[in-house]
């Protein structure tokens, strides 16, 4: 506390300050140098994920033809005469995928529309939390659910279904992916001006209306940028599938019958012994980065609808 | 005196009979809106009180009053958008062309399609500018391309803007001027042919040349509508309205043909705020 009554002179403050802030100063400085060093090693890691993709795909190709890999429907790594094509391995990830976009982007939608355009305040806010939380389930409780509740659950329906079969998990991961769904779907549609639904109200227009004509389209890209999420997450989804869907490496339409998919058999490969430089071991590099491609293109494509159908507002 | 009176040739007093008769029946033009003792309140807030007012087919009604004095809020009763704010309640009668809106068997969204509304700022659906404007008859189940187009044209015309956005109707009604998008807004308003046009502070979003020529298509459009206007530029009222209705603290103070309500207003308060004094 000051005692005398002398009064401040805060200029001269300043500048007694400024002595001892050289230091500071050049601290300041270097502040983005240091900064960007440390953004940059997100960066140098994805670079060096991809280098080590290719270089131990290039070396995969040199064993088994470019051809035989993205043509072969058959894939037996373990064979005495082994064959190595990927296509058994893209039908489980796609069909997988297909079921579970089937399951969730109507009930994620819908969900959505019920939550920004219907909904009360107070039901959105004990919905919301509840829909973050079912997305907060490791993967694997997902995987023995699918495996012990649905699966047998399916059989009552279907009684030709396989114990270990794709459609079982694609649903449950479905399920999963619900609330990725409808949260980013919602966040989309809250942002969308109120003043556009009372343009629409004043017309005449049904909440539904609204919803379908006005706020979905505008909140389009959010929409379709929550789905590609979805898909990727889907995709990339592993656990489900290596409990439920076995390790048959079956090229089929049957959705009763286990399929795998590049990431169980990525998890296969790597829980045996593979030993390092065998054909075995290289093909699971070829199996990631043909994934990777996979999400990639995914993404690409995603951008491409999105900034094709925005409505600027 | 008496021989003055006198001195009035007789088809001279026919004529302001005449007169006389025709400003009556002016007056008398047929009420679209019968407000009786409306009471409004938001939650506790008690926002409006005992409204009484007529509003007039073919006439502009200006309302004005200080902010948070009730005259939006008793806008957008009249097309019930205020029951978008959930804890709305009201008593009292409105009465749109003799049938009550408050009558369970009248849908809203009927309502709603014979009362249309401009707001504050415009609201143009992030669509084309045709889209815009078909927006309405569309989701009215009107389909067909020909009549489209045809609502499209004759509603731009009818705000005024058709020349001005004929050549580009399929780009983003977002790439209009600030003023070119309330007169959109109106345009798709008339789209749907409603008999009442609500304007909630059309203009005050607008640059003054922009104002003139919604001020101007208010005019115009009086021919055929009823127009309620709500409004903070009182030289705006006085210049467009035929009645005004000054609001304060939820009520009607005055309530009267223009040109009285600005030259010889009754209540103290009405002229106060007329002439600046507060608000």
Same mark, same amino acid.
């Given at each position: 506390?000051?005692?005398?009554?002398?009064?401040?002179?805060?200029?001269?403050?300043?500048?007694?300050?400024?002595?001892?802030?050289?230091?500071?100063?050049?601290?300041?400085?270097?502040?983005?140098?240091i900064l960007f060093l440390i953004a940059s090693v997100s960066v140098f890691t994805t670079i060096g994920i991809i280098y080590t993709l290719f270089s131990e795909t290039i070396e995969f190709f040199k064993q088994v033809s470019v051809v035989e890999f993205f043509t072969g429907?058959?894939?037996?790594?373990?064979?005495?005469?082994?064959?190595?094509?990927?296509?058994?391995?893209?039908?489980?990830?796609?069909?997988?995928?297909?079921?579970?976009?089937?399951?969730?982007?109507?009930?994620?939608?819908?969900?959505?529309i019920y939550l920004s355009e219907f909904a009360s305040e107070r039901i959105r806010k004990t919905f919301k939390p509840l829909l973050e939380i079912l997305a907060g389930i490791p993967t694997i409780v997902y995987g023995f659910f699918a495996f012990t509740f649905v699966t047998p659950l399916l059989k009552h329906v279907i009684p030709g279904l396989e114990t270990t079969n794709i459609l079982s998990p694609g649903i449950v991961m479905g399920i999963m992916i619900i609330p990725m769904i409808a949260s980013l779907s919602e966040d989309a549609m809250s942002s969308v001006p109120n003043a556009m639904r009372e343009?629409?109200?004043?017309?005449?227009?049904?909440?539904?209306?609204?919803?379908?004509?006005?706020?979905?389209?505008?909140?389009?890209?959010?929409?379709v940028a929550s789905f590609v999420l979805a898909i990727s997450r889907a995709i990339g989804e592993t656990m489900i599938v290596t409990i439920a869907s076995g390790s048959s490496k079956n090229f089929t339409f049957d959705l009763?019958?286990?399929?795998?998919?590049?990431?169980?058999?990525?998890?296969?490969?790597?829980?045996?012994?593979?030993?390092?430089?065998?054909?075995?071991?290289?093909?699971l590099y070829a199996v990631a980065m043909t994934l990777f491609v996979f999400t990639l293109l995914m993404n690409l494509f995603a951008r491409y609808v999105a900034r094709k159908f925005k409505e600027e507002y | 005196m008496a021989g003055a009176m006198t001195a009035i040739p007789q088809a001279e007093v026919k004529k302001r009979a005449n007169i006389e008769v025709l400003r009556t029946l002016e007056q008398e033009k047929e009420v679209v809106f019968d407000t009786q003792n409306l009471n409004l309140w938001y939650g506790e807030k008690h926002?409006?009180?005992?409204?009484?007012?007529?509003?007039?087919?073919?006439?502009?009604?200006?309302?004005?009053?200080?902010?948070?004095?009730?005259k939006s809020t008793y806008l957008k009763t009249l097309n019930r958008m205020v029951e978008l704010v959930p804890s709305v309640r009201t008593t009292g009668v409105i009465q749109y062309k003799g049938k009550s809106i408050f009558d369970k068997s009248l849908r809203v969204e009927e309502l709603r399609t014979q009362v249309g509304m401009v707001f504050q700022k415009p609201n143009p659906f992030p669509?084309?500018?045709?889209? $815009?404007?078909?927006?309405?008859?569309? &989701?009215?189940?009107?389909?067909?391309?020909?009549?489209?187009? %045809?609502? #499209? @044209?004759?509603?731009?015309?009818?705000?005024?803007?058709?020349?001005?956005?004929?050549?580009?109707?399929?780009?983003?009604?977002?790439?209009?001027?600030?003023?070119?998008?309330?007169?959109?807004?109106?345009?798709?308003?008339?789209?749907?042919?409603?008999?009442?046009?609500?304007?909630?502070?059309?203009?005050?979003?607008?640059?003054?040349?922009?104002?003139?020529?919604v001020e101007e298509l208010i005019r115009e459009l009086?021919?055929?509508?009823?127009?309620?206007?709500?409004?903070? $530029?009182?030289?705006?009222?006085?210049? &467009?309205?035929?009645?005004?209705?000054?609001?304060?603290?939820? %009520?009607? #103070? @005055?309530?009267?043909?223009t040109d009285v309500i600005f030259n010889e207003p009754t209540d103290q308060r009405t002229e106060d705020y007329i002439n600046g004094r507060f608000g």
């Open positions: 506390m000051r005692t005398n009554n002398e009064p401040v002179h805060v200029q001269e403050l300043i500048s007694k300050k400024k002595q001892s802030k050289n230091l500071f100063l050049k601290f300041e400085k270097a502040i983005p140098i429907t058959v894939l037996k790594p373990l064979s005495q005469d082994p064959k190595f094509g990927v296509l058994p391995l893209i039908m489980g990830t796609l069909t997988s995928t297909v079921i579970a976009m089937l399951v969730a982007a109507p009930i994620g939608l819908m969900t959505a343009g629409a109200l004043a017309l005449g227009a049904t909440k539904l209306e609204v919803a379908t004509r006005v706020v979905i389209p505008a909140a389009f890209s959010g929409i009763t019958q286990s399929m795998q998919t590049m990431t169980a058999y990525i998890v296969e490969v790597t829980g045996g012994d593979a030993p390092a430089g065998s054909t075995i071991y290289y093909s | 926002a409006l009180r005992d409204i009484n007012l007529d509003i007039h087919e073919e006439e502009v009604t200006a309302i004005i009053g200080p902010s948070g004095c009730g669509k084309s500018i045709y889209e $815009n404007i078909a927006y309405g008859p569309k &989701i009215h189940g009107i389909r067909n391309k020909m009549i489209l187009d %045809e609502i #499209v @044209e004759k509603s731009l015309r009818g705000a005024y803007i058709w020349d001005e956005v004929k050549d580009r109707l399929h780009d983003n009604a977002y790439g209009l001027s600030g003023g070119q998008q309330q007169r959109l807004c109106i345009a798709r308003c008339l789209a749907i042919e409603p008999d009442v046009i609500l304007m909630d502070e059309p203009t005050s979003a607008l640059d003054p040349k922009s104002t003139l020529k009086k021919k055929d509508y009823a127009i309620v206007i709500v409004t903070h $530029n009182m030289q705006q009222a006085s210049r &467009i309205s035929d009645r005004t209705a000054f609001f304060l603290d939820g %009520e009607v #103070v @005055e309530y009267d043909r």
